[in-house]
Structures are given as C-alpha cells and as structure tokens.
C-alpha cells in the first residue's frame, strides 16, 4: 500500500509571505497532479508534473517534481487571500489516482 | 459551461434510509468517478466508470452501488444509509483513465443520522 503524505497539514499566514508545501511518498510515480479546491467547491486542476526534476510555474506558483519521482513540492511567492484553499497532491501510480488529504492554506490579509 | 452538475447539494437522511445522487456532464467525457471527501481523509474514491454500461470498484465501494445508462449520467446510491457515510461526495469526469485532469461537479454534502 502506497504511503502519501502531505504537509504540514494547516498552515496559516499573512498575505506577502512565501511558502512551500510539500507532498512525499514511498513509491515513485509516473505522474503527479496538484488541485486546489476552495470552501464549497470541487477541486480544480492546477498542474500536472510527468519528468522527475521537472519545474513548472503558473504565475507566482512553482511546483516541483522530484528527481526519483517520489515527492513533489509546491512553492507559493508573496501570497495572497485569494491563494487561501486545500492544496491536494494527486499522484498516479500504474494508472491509478491517489489523492493525498490536502494541506489547507489560509492567507490573511 | 456547465461542466459536472450534481444533485442534490445538500441532504439529509435517517439510519437505513436510501437514497440517490445524480452527476451529469456535458463534456462528451468517458470517464466518471464518485468519491467522497472527509476531514483529514483526502478524496477517496469509491466507484468509477470506463464507459456507458461500466462500473468498477475503488478504493472504498461498500455500501455504495453505481450505475452508468447513459454515458453522461453516473449515479451513485445508497442502499441502507448509514451514520459512517456522512460525508461530501464529489462526482467527476475526464476524457482519460486517471491521468488526465478530472473535472469536479460543487459536492453534495450528505448527512447521515
């Protein structure tokens, strides 16, 4: 059974701070996605990583795939509220989706 | 664009109860799914479908049966509700077997008591 974990689980911050979330596992994945999903909603997609070492940005979000396709990470610059929302790793393993349980972020202004 | 509709968004049910939850898209999509989302627990997913006339097991498919007659509708029913079922239920599509993006309908938040 494939161990996914996110954290850190919570964080909260003020907008303009910088941070980085992170999505680990034991097994190495083909492909990973990251959703976020804001409150009374469903997730939407923000990325898809498929190359280990891969470094994707969309605007002052840089996401990060690692080299032995293992973990991946999500680095947010000079947040903002409107960033405010679970953050959700998706992995593929052998055609298969796993969601991890999500790092819920919360940026005041 | 109404992409995945859900119905109901909220309900609320009685210990042994049945009920059904509808997803439609209308993206022409051949894959579905029906997970649910707990505090801490992530997205499981439950049941999922390759095709009009298909269903498949997830990773948590007890007490929960699924039906797909038509290639845009996925309906997710519940036998004998039951209190561990409370849950928000999310339906979505995608054009590809689990690499491709999924596309979330807004949840339906059922309560069980």
């Known amino acids: 059974t494939q161990l996914l974990e996110q954290s850190p689980q919570f964080l909260s911050i003020q907008e303009g701070e910088n941070l980085t979330v992170y999505c680990n596992s034991s097994s190495v994945f083909s492909s990973l996605q990251w959703y976020r999903q804001e409150p009374g909603e469903g997730p939407v997609l923000l990325v898809t990583v498929v190359t280990g070492g891969e470094v994707k940005k969309l605007k002052r979000l840089t996401f990060q795939f690692g080299d032995a396709r293992k973990d991946s990470s999500l680095h947010i610059t000079a947040a903002q509220p409107g960033d405010t929302g679970l953050y959700l790793c998706a992995p593929d393993q052998g055609g298969k989706l796993i969601f991890g349980q999500g790092t819920e972020l919360s940026v005041k202004p | 664009n109404a992409g995945v509709t859900q119905t109901p968004k909220f309900r609320v049910l009685k210990t042994g109860q049945s009920m059904t939850l509808l997803c439609a898209q209308d993206m022409n999509h051949e894959y579905m799914y029906w997970y649910r989302q707990d505090p801490g627990m992530g997205l499981r997913l439950i049941h999922y479908s390759v095709g009009e006339g298909t269903t498949a097991k997830g990773e948590v498919p007890d007490g929960y049966n699924v039906s797909r007659l038509k290639k845009q509708n996925f309906l997710l029913g519940l036998e004998s509700a039951a209190p561990s079922q409370t849950s928000v239920y999310f339906c979505?599509?995608?054009?590809?077997?689990?690499?491709?993006?999924?596309?979330f309908g807004e949840g339906s938040r059922l309560t069980v008591l």
């Open positions: 979505a599509s995608s054009s590809s077997l689990y690499t491709g993006e999924l596309f």
